[in-house]
Every structure is written in structure tokens, then in C-alpha cells.
């Protein structure tokens, strides 16, 4: 079994896009995957998996009540495979969204958060000896939470996204020198919303990921690479904004030739590469 995180500096850099679209390719391959929600401070994945009209996709529980010890695994997952016609399991497993909540995560101290890295741990667990899966990606808080942090530590390989921003190539330079060099965790950089103009070779020979190269020489070890760029493509977003909750659809598994999928596949290749 492979864990990961996807994790940024910013909100807004496309992690938590990113993240349901690479589990999404690894379940159609037919890998068993379980996608969970730790950005705490701003969970998203509830509405965008939110269906009224079928209430078994509502969850029982939520990943906070699970830390809390107030849960069983099987109340927090559930299994999107049919309603995506998957080849693998995908499950997923939501950040509870209520404002309430939001603000009990925000109150929670060093001491309950390392309480906490031992729920995450016996998660992993149960998660690889119960139900088989075999990746497990944490969709994280941007910045440097605990529960980012938590996350980080519990897996084997960081996604670090950035955007195409010289504001956001700063912090992110900062956050992988002081926070993620010293957890020593395999990271791989994904540059995302580069400009394109034509397609994804043009992208990656045309200068902007030369850029990002010099930018962040100083930091590429046997720990930390740039793996590719992903294009802006207005497409992708409102692709995700038309769709009605009713009716919502992973833009991977319907434009599977688009230059944003194409790009996501290095992540694929890279998680199925260790795995196999």
C-alpha cells in the first residue's frame, strides 16, 4: 500500500481538484483507493460528493469523529465505485463541513494532535488489512497545520502543488526548506495553471518549467523533484462548476485525452511505478 499527500502553501493552488482526479484514475485502473479529506480549515470534498438523491452515499461519520474515537472506519467511507463505474474501489471518507466543527479543529492543540497522528496511523491499518486498498491519498490543509503536517508524516511520497505564481513559488520555497526537507519525505513540485497555448509538449519545452527549475535549484535533492507541469484550462473548472450535485462527474474519467489529464498521468505513473 502507497500514501500520499497532495499539499500547498495557498488554498487555491487546484490540490483538492487534483487529488479526485489522480484517485479517480487509480481506481479506474483498478486499484482499490481511498481518498480522505484533511483540509479541516476548508473542506470541500462533502459538497462536491454531495448527492440528495441517494442517501447512501451520505455519510455516516466524518474523519473528525473518527480522531475523536467517536467512530468506526466503516461509518466514515464510502464506496463511489458504482456511482463512477470504477474498475477499482473509490472510496472516500469527508472532513465534516459544519462551521462549528471547522472552528473545534482550529481550537485543537499540539497535544490532541499528537493523540491524533495515532488515529491516522490505525486508519492506514485498518485500511490496508480490511479493505484491501491500495492507495491512500490525503487531501490536505494548505499551509503548515498540524493536521497537514500529521498527514505528511503518515505518508510515503508529498505532492506538492504550486501554482504558476512568483508569489506562491516564494512560500512554497520557504515551506520545503523549513518544514519539509526535515521530515525527509520523498516531495515531488507540480507546477499547476502554467499558461498553454498549444499543447502539453509545448507547455514543458516552451520555458516555463525552466523557470520553476531555477527557481527551485536550491532545493532539488534525492529528496525532492519537479515532476511536470499541469495547464490552465478553463475547461477543467467549469466543467466542475456546470455540473449540478445531482449529476456531478470526475473530469478525468469523462475527458480522459484532455492536456489535464495527460499531465496527471506522471503522477499515476510515478504512484503505480513504487507500488508495482
Known amino acids: 500500500m502507497t500514501t500520499f499527500t497532495v499539499h500547498s502553501f495557498k488554498g487555491g493552488s487546484?490540490?483538492?481538484?487534483?487529488?479526485?482526479?489522480?484517485?479517480?484514475?487509480?481506481?479506474n485502473q483498478g486499484y482499490n483507493v481511498a481518498l480522505l479529506d484533511f483540509d479541516f480549515h476548508g473542506p470541500s470534498l462533502f459538497s462536491l460528493f454531495n448527492f440528495p438523491d441517494r442517501p447512501e452515499l451520505k455519510p455516516k461519520s466524518y474523519i473528525n469523529d473518527y480522531i475523536e474515537e467517536n467512530c468506526s472506519v466503516d461509518d466514515i467511507l464510502i464506496n463511489f465505485s458504482s456511482k463512477f463505474n470504477t474498475k477499482g474501489d473509490f472510496h472516500i471518507a469527508f472532513a465534516n463541513p459544519s462551521?462549528?466543527?471547522?472552528?473545534?479543529?482550529?481550537?485543537?492543540?499540539?497535544?490532541?494532535?499528537?493523540?491524533?497522528?495515532?488515529?491516522?496511523?490505525?486508519?492506514?491499518?485498518?485500511?490496508?488489512?480490511?479493505?484491501?486498498?491500495?492507495?491512500?491519498?490525503?487531501?490536505?490543509?494548505?499551509?503548515?497545520h498540524y493536521s497537514s503536517l500529521n498527514s505528511i508524516v503518515a505518508s510515503d511520497l508529498v505532492?506538492?502543488?504550486?501554482?504558476?505564481?512568483?508569489?506562491?513559488?516564494?512560500?512554497?520555497?520557504?515551506?520545503?526548506?523549513?518544514?519539509?526537507?526535515?521530515l525527509e519525505k520523498k516531495t515531488w513540485l507540480?507546477?499547476?495553471?502554467?499558461?498553454?497555448?498549444?499543447?502539453?509538449?509545448?507547455?514543458?519545452?516552451?520555458?516555463h518549467l525552466g523557470i520553476v527549475e531555477e527557481k527551485f535549484k536550491s532545493a532539488i535533492d534525492e529528496n525532492f523533484g519537479?515532476?511536470?507541469?499541469?495547464?490552465?484550462?478553463?475547461?477543467v473548472g467549469l466543467y466542475q462548476s456546470s455540473t449540478s450535485i445531482s449529476t456531478t462527474r470526475i473530469f478525468a474519467l469523462d475527458q480522459p485525452n484532455s492536456p489535464f489529464v495527460k499531465?496527471?498521468?506522471k503522477i499515476v505513473t510515478v504512484l503505480t511505478t513504487n507500488t508495482n
Open 263 to 265: 499531465a496527471l498521468d
Open 99 to 144: 462551521p462549528a466543527s471547522i472552528q473545534n479543529m482550529l481550537a485543537k492543540g499540539r497535544r490532541w494532535q499528537m493523540k491524533a497522528m495515532e488515529r491516522i496511523l490505525n486508519l492506514k491499518k485498518k485500511l490496508k488489512d480490511s479493505l484491501k486498498v491500495d492507495f491512500i491519498c490525503f487531501d490536505s490543509s494548505p499551509g503548515l
Open 190 to 207: 507540480l507546477v499547476n495553471r502554467v499558461p498553454v497555448y498549444n499543447d502539453l509538449e509545448i507547455l514543458e519545452a516552451g520555458g
Open 159 to 182: 505532492y506538492l502543488v504550486v501554482k504558476y505564481d512568483i508569489s506562491d513559488f516564494e512560500g512554497t520555497l520557504h515551506m520545503l526548506k523549513g518544514i519539509h526537507s526535515a
Open 226 to 235: 519537479i515532476l511536470g507541469a499541469i495547464p490552465c484550462l478553463c475547461d
Open 14 to 27: 487546484g490540490k483538492t481538484a487534483i487529488s479526485i482526479n489522480v484517485c479517480a484514475l487509480l481506481a
